[in-house]
């Protein structure tokens, strides 16, 4: 799939051309594709599926690994997948306002003190007593992140500000995440905001040590990635509706297992498995925030809007009413009640 770098135009036009059907399995199963980068915060889709959540509902789910976000919504967009776990981006905005009927329906990632899978992690003799004498210790370092275009660089730029620091003291370098360690290990850089299970890797292998989860300006239950559907998806409500009460039941059995201790390690066993790792490795990580409810905090929406705005990489704000559509977890939580 080479979706990368096409312009949104194309990607449009594309949208209108592509024919779209509600494949099914022999046995019924309405197949659903679901477009991901990978990683840990699967772990409620995986759940679901090997739980038999989606197969209870008629849903037989098909998850499509993606390469980066820009190509993930590009698939979405043009509807050869269903629906994603997609990053809050210019793309998703821009999309939106050029008339693409995409709804943000549920949360894939989220922030929530304890359970932060991204951090920033410094070779270790840049960490110091304190999170602030460490990002001072940073000041003017090479730090990696994934991209510019996404809310880590947000929350970086926050970051510095709250630790009496600017944004040119930011040196940003761009890698993508499975080259962030090597980046440490070799020193090309001297940080990274890193995700799970790199963060952990970094640390049992020595390379680095965890310097801030960043919650000290991140709202607690912030979307991070929301659980966005293409419009045709959306609008097969039945096929919509079930596959929203299958992943809700699968984030809340991963919240049950990291928050009551209900399960873990058959939790711990099935996100292994998905992911190719030790459960060990597994078992050390720091758990992702995946909202039981599938809240999406509107108001931070519109905050990541405006510092897009801020770059210039967007030109107006989307009221977040006009793409959130809470009605999928509504429904779901009218059936399962509210997640205590």
């Known amino acids: 799939m080479r979706l990368f770098g096409v312009a949104l135009s194309a990607v449009l036009l594309a949208a209108s051309t592509v024919a779209w059907a509600q494949p099914k399995t022999a046995d019924g199963l309405r197949i659903v594709k679901f477009g991901t980068v990978g990683g840990t ?17 008629g849903i037989k789910l098909e998850l499509n690994r993606i390469g980066s976000g820009p190509a993930l919504l590009a698939a979405v967009v043009t509807e050869q997948i269903d629906g994603g776990g997609v990053s809050l981006t210019p793309g ?27 951090w920033v992690v ?4 840049y960490v110091k007593a304190t999170v602030k004498e460490s990002f001072v ?4 370092k090479k730090m990696a992140i994934n991209s510019k275009g996404t809310i880590a660089y947000m929350a970086l730029l926050d970051a510095f500000k709250f630790y009496g620091l600017e944004p040119k003291d930011i040196n940003v370098v761009e890698l993508g995440h499975r080259d962030m360690m090597p980046g440490l290990a070799s020193g090309a850089v001297e940080s990274a905001y890193m995700l799970e299970p790199f963060i952990t890797q970094s640390v049992k292998a020595n390379i680095g040590k965890e310097v ?33 009460l299958a992943y809700m039941k699968g984030v809340r ?3 049950d297992a990291y928050r009551k201790d209900i399960d873990k390690e058959k939790v711990v066993g099935m996100i292994a498995r998905y992911t190719k790792l030790d459960p060990a490795l597994i078992r050390d990580s720091h758990p992702t925030a995946l909202e039981p409810n599938q809240y999406v905090n509107q108001p931070y929406i519109e905050e990541v809007e405006r510092f897009f705005m801020s770059l210039g990489s967007l030109r107006a704000i989307t009221p977040a009413k006009e793409i959130v ?3 999928f977890a509504n429904e779901a939580v009218k059936i399962l009640g509210e997640y205590k």
């Open 122 to 125: 410094a070779r270790p003799e």
């Open 137 to 140: 210790a940073l000041k003017g």
């Open 253 to 255: 059995a991963y919240n």
């Open 325 to 327: 559509d809470p009605s």
């Open 41 to 57: 915060t699967d772990a409620g889709l995986v759940i679901a599926d090997e739980m038999g959540f989606f197969k209870d509902l």
């Open 212 to 244: 801030s989860d960043l919650m000290d300006v991140r709202s607690p239950g912030s979307t991070a990635v929301p659980i966005v559907y293409g419009e045709k998806f959306a609008a097969d409500t039945k096929s919509a509706n079930a596959f929203m």
């Open 92 to 118: 998703l905005f821009a999309a939106a306002q050029q008339g693409v009927k995409l709804k943000l329906v549920g949360d894939k990632q989220s922030y929530s003190p304890g359970f932060s899978s991204s």
